[in-house]
């Protein structure tokens, strides 16, 4: 009778295994092969070749990039090279990259940069907050930007109990932002479990010095954020769920879902764009070819623009496409009068004029 038990119960288990590995395939998009949609007027930035992972327009044109992120389960095309926040000044007629030097005192060598966001100050400093994550841990560093010198000042290290996990932050005040923590678990193998059970156990947090507190939860990784150009909805892609959930904020910093909208790609990292207010997307087409990395058949690439976003219908459309014969893993795209950069997680960068 014991045997009998035993047995059914790992004939059960069993099943329910391989019914949540078939499911977590489906969500990833294990299957889908994607149409191309290519851009003109396109080149690849020189400097940009193993990742730029996030990316953040200032209102003057100069852009942050962060490159060199080491992800766990992600591929890795220069595993050597330390991170580096590279800028782009996208007023000039043929933009090029150029690596910003950081203060001394900053410990360069495990400096591994993930979700990046800017803050101006009512004196017009220049802050540069950026998701770092030395020996695979979670801080918040704070960078202060000369822009004479091309350079960062480092100013902070945040850590704390609910920073981890880290993936993007949205900075509205100084040292207030908004975190997402993509996965529950920190080890990977219990991360991976974690994904293919679709447990939902991820969240968002919002970090003050007086305050930190979990703001909106039950999302299977929440990954990108961003917030609307007058500060009131807070925009937040779940990669594995193939969604963007828009949230109102509150004066005391909770935030309330209004609606979600439903995509069919899993969606990285978000940004607005200044002129219109529309969310582009930086997206995996399917995800299966980034987790099972193999150059002869790579992971593509997609962004999507998605318009009236507060309306009962928003517009949804493709920008980019491609297979990933020129980009491969796009986690993001900005836009600056019509100009445009991609980016992605390990890969190259590509800069296109609408």
């Not at 994904?195 to 991820?202: F, G, K, P, S, V």
């Not at 963007?244 to 995509?263: A, G, M, P, R, S």
């Not at 219109?276 to 990395?293: F, R």
């Amino acid at each position: 009778m014991g045997k009998l038990v035993v047995l059914t119960l790992l004939g059960a288990s069993l099943a329910l295994i391989g019914e949540r590995l078939l499911a977590f395939r489906e969500r990833i998009n294990a299957t889908r092969e994607l149409e191309p949609v290519e851009l003109q007027n396109c080149y690849l930035i020189e400097g940009l070749e193993n990742g730029s992972e996030d990316i953040d327009i200032l209102p003057s044109g100069l852009a942050f990039i962060s490159n060199g992120l080491k992800y766990p389960g992600m591929p890795d095309l220069a595993p050597d090279a330390s991170g580096k926040i590279y800028l782009m000044d996208l007023n000039e007629q043929n933009p090029r990259a150029q690596a910003l030097k950081i203060s001394d005192g900053f410990d360069e060598k495990f400096f591994n940069p993930h979700g990046i966001s800017t803050f101006i100050d009512k004196d017009h400093t220049v802050y540069l907050y950026v998701v770092n994550h030395p020996h695979m841990k979670s801080t918040v560093e704070i960078f202060k930007f000369e822009e004479q010198q091309r350079s960062l000042i480092h100013l902070k290290t945040i850590k704390h109990e609910l920073l981890k996990s880290v993936n993007d932050i949205v900075v509205l005040g100084p040292e207030q932002f908004y975190a997402t923590r993509d996965h529950y678990f920190t080890n990977f193998f219990l991360a991976l479990l974690e994904m293919i059970l679709d447990l939902h156990w991820t969240h968002v947090i919002f970090y003050s010095p007086k305050e930190v507190k979990v703001v909106a939860k039950g999302f299977s990784s929440a990954n990108g954020i961003t917030a609307s150009l007058d500060h009131k909805y807070i925009y937040v892609a779940d990669v594995t769920d193939k969604n963007i959930h828009i949230l109102e904020k509150h004066d005391n910093w909770d935030l309330t879902q209004l609606k979600v909208i439903q995509l069919g790609t899993l969606v990285d990292n978000l940004t607005v764009d200044p002129d219109t207010g529309d969310i582009l997307a930086g997206c995996h087409p399917n995800a299966m070819k980034l987790l099972n990395y193999n150059p002869e058949d790579p992971p593509g690439s997609e962004v999507l623009r998605i318009q009236n976003v507060l309306s009962d219908q928003p517009r949804v459309s493709t920008i980019y496409a491609n297979n990933g014969s020129v980009l491969q893993g796009t986690s993001v795209a900005s836009v600056y009068h019509g100009k445009i950069l991609i980016g992605t997680v390990f890969h190259k960068a590509l800069y296109c004029v609408l």
